[in-house]
């Protein structure tokens, strides 16, 4: 549940997903009578309340925005389809200015911001939301330290998402931010 407001979900979220998930990752919706979920994911679009935003990351030109994103979405544990589905939806909302800064919400702040519930605990849990804000120059940051990488085993849950804000990365505390 976020802190804040879902703005879209898919399948339908109406305070919880009732949903099975297969060794194959396979989903299904039990509401829907076990129907099976497009593309094995779950999706929402929320508006996030009160987010801190780290003031460290990494200050990306346009043209190696998929590069550089790839590379960190391999160091916090996503697989190649992950990293591929996390690449397809980004990279072509990243294109309006020729640098990003780019940073990821300590997973502290995820927690506590994006409760999850589960009613079989996952044996390994990932969880990346990533910020991307647009830069019209480029901008001395202060390189983020990278979470260890998760080593996967059993029953794995990936949460991926990211979200893009306006203004600059000095304030380090977003009023609110739409996260898919």
């Known amino acids: 549940m976020p802190d804040g407001y879902l703005t879209k979900s898919q399948p339908y979220y109406d305070l919880n997903w009732n949903v099975e998930a297969l060794p194959d990752g396979s989903l299904f919706d039990i509401k829907n009578q076990?129907?099976?979920?497009?593309?094995?994911?779950?999706?929402?679009?929320a508006e996030i309340r009160d987010l801190s935003i780290p003031k460290e990351g990494w200050v990306v030109e346009k043209a190696n925005v998929k590069s550089q994103i790839s590379k960190i979405l391999t160091q916090v544990g996503l697989n190649q389809k992950e990293s591929d589905d996390f690449l397809a939806y980004w990279v072509p909302r990243l294109d309006s200015k020729p640098y990003y800064f780019v940073t990821l919400v300590p997973l502290d702040e995820l927690n506590r911001k994006e409760t999850l519930l589960f009613s079989q605990k996952p044996d390994t849990l990932i969880r990346v939301r990533m910020i991307f804000e647009g830069l019209d120059k480029p901008v001395v940051v202060s390189p983020l330290l990278m979470p260890t990488k998760p080593q996967r085993k059993g029953f794995t849950v990936v949460?991926?998402?990211?979200?893009?804000?306006?203004?600059?990365?000095?304030?380090?505390?977003?009023?609110?931010?739409?996260?898919?």
């Open 34 to 45: 076990k129907s099976k979920i497009k593309n094995n994911y779950l999706f929402y679009e």
């Open 159 to 180: 949460d991926w998402g990211g979200g893009e804000i306006g203004g600059n990365c000095e304030g380090g505390v977003v009023d609110s931010i739409n996260i898919r």
